[in-house]
């Protein structure tokens, strides 16, 4: 008796999140790609496989390798902590949101700078056009 077996893997591939629908049967594996757009939640990811999954168009199935050798859950789940853990808080979008925030504080920063010291430049001349205008008499 031939086993239907249906994996989703959802990640995200710039600037979406896709998923990947797998769909081995008889040894021959078909695959469609769909794209979520923003980070979707578990309970919208279970909702579009209730409404959609029948309308998925799957690619034209291939020879499927041997079955996977079943992998013990805890060692599974240590290897995806480790895997959070590498990646940091966070997912990728928001780690380039991050990313693009610091860029834009060391912008402005940059920028307040150069304000301040064109305004000190300004001040000082202002002065010594003053005092230069005292010196002459005026």
């Known amino acids: 008796m031939d086993r239907a077996t249906g994996t989703l893997t959802v990640f995200f591939e710039e600037p979406f999140w896709v998923g990947i629908f797998e769909h081995t049967e008889a040894g021959m594996l078909s695959v469609s790609k769909v794209t ?3 980070e979707p939640k578990d309970y919208e990811i279970y909702d579009f496989i209730l409404k959609e999954y029948d309308h998925l168009k799957f690619s034209p199935a291939v020879a499927a390798n041997a079955e ?23 997912t990728k979008a928001q780690q380039a949101l991050k990313l693009q925030q610091e860029q834009m504080k060391t912008q402005r920063r940059a920028i307040s ?19 230069k205008e005292k010196h002459r008499g005026r």
């Open 36 to 38: 979520f757009g923003a």
């Open 68 to 90: 996977k050798v079943r992998r013990n859950p805890k060692r599974i789940q240590r290897e995806v902590h480790k895997q959070v853990e590498n990646t940091g808080l966070g």
């Open 113 to 131: 700078r150069e304000r301040s010291e064109a305004e000190k430049q300004r001040r000082f001349e202002l002065k010594q056009q003053k005092k």
